[in-house]
């Protein structure tokens, strides 16, 4: 059962992946209504799944691992020669006017820009994130064993950002977004530790 939640979740991070414009393995993403069906199914499948055999903390884990893991492989799967890769259709043209060219094997120009946006953005957007847990979860900041998860979670969140800052079309796009989740973030974990101070 474990490894079928596991399965299912990766199925789901794939349809995902398959159904944005940036994906490089099919000459057309998916459709908006086959990426929502199909991912939501799988990813609902694979937490019933996984809910029968995990804890709900540990499946929080496996889950986010999941998609981080696959998330992360994803892209840089499409760089090997021997798999067919397409660039997507260019804007202002139909995908199904012409065929898509193969892609250039090597990275995209914005993608060091993207992978420093995840870097620091990514993290600073993951101990917000997890402060937020922290102080307005249960048992608020003093409960037992929460110092633990807390400090646990902030890895797991911190990659599946940055892995999806790749999923993003550039990297002016991924900083600015970023920054705006970074500052409600931020200001929500100011406005939650000035409640409970």
């Not at 799944?49 to 981080?68: D, N, Q, W």
């Not at 999923?167 to 500052?183: C, D, E, R, V």
């Given at each position: 059962m474990a490894l079928l939640s596991i399965v299912l979740i990766s199925v789901a991070a794939l349809v995902f992946y398959l159904g944005h414009p940036q994906q490089r393995f099919r000459p057309v993403p998916l459709s908006r209504q086959q990426t929502l069906a199909g991912g939501l199914f799988s990813l609902v499948a694979g937490l019933l799944?996984?809910?029968a055999v995990f804890s709900s903390l540990t499946l929080v884990?496996?889950?986010l691992i999941t998609l981080m893991t696959v998330w992360g492989l994803l892209p840089l799967l499409s760089l090997l020669p021997a798999l067919p890769s397409y660039?997507?259709?260019p804007r202002g043209r139909s995908a199904g006017t012409s065929r898509p060219e193969p892609a250039p094997l090597?990275?995209?120009p914005d993608w060091w820009q993207k992978s420093l946006v995840g870097l620091v953005g990514g993290y600073l957007l993951?101990?917000?994130l997890v402060g937020v847990f922290a102080w307005a979860g249960p048992g608020g900041i003093s409960a037992v064993g929460k110092v633990q998860f807390n400090m646990w979670l902030i890895t797991p969140l911190w990659l599946l950002l940055f892995s999806l800052v790749y999923l993003i079309p550039t990297g002016?796009?991924?900083?600015?977004?970023l920054l705006i989740a970074n500052l409600v973030v931020w200001q929500i974990l100011t406005?939650?530790?000035g409640m409970a101070g």
């Amino acid at each position: 059962m474990a490894l079928l939640s596991i399965v299912l979740i990766s199925v789901a991070a794939l349809v995902f992946y398959l159904g944005h414009p940036q994906q490089r393995f099919r000459p057309v993403p998916l459709s908006r209504q086959q990426t929502l069906a199909g991912g939501l199914f799988s990813l609902v499948a694979g937490l019933l799944a996984g809910a029968a055999v995990f804890s709900s903390l540990t499946l929080v884990f496996v889950c986010l691992i999941t998609l981080m893991t696959v998330w992360g492989l994803l892209p840089l799967l499409s760089l090997l020669p021997a798999l067919p890769s397409y660039r997507p259709a260019p804007r202002g043209r139909s995908a199904g006017t012409s065929r898509p060219e193969p892609a250039p094997l090597g990275l995209q120009p914005d993608w060091w820009q993207k992978s420093l946006v995840g870097l620091v953005g990514g993290y600073l957007l993951s101990v917000a994130l997890v402060g937020v847990f922290a102080w307005a979860g249960p048992g608020g900041i003093s409960a037992v064993g929460k110092v633990q998860f807390n400090m646990w979670l902030i890895t797991p969140l911190w990659l599946l950002l940055f892995s999806l800052v790749y999923l993003i079309p550039t990297g002016k796009q991924a900083l600015k977004w970023l920054l705006i989740a970074n500052l409600v973030v931020w200001q929500i974990l100011t406005i939650i530790r000035g409640m409970a101070g």
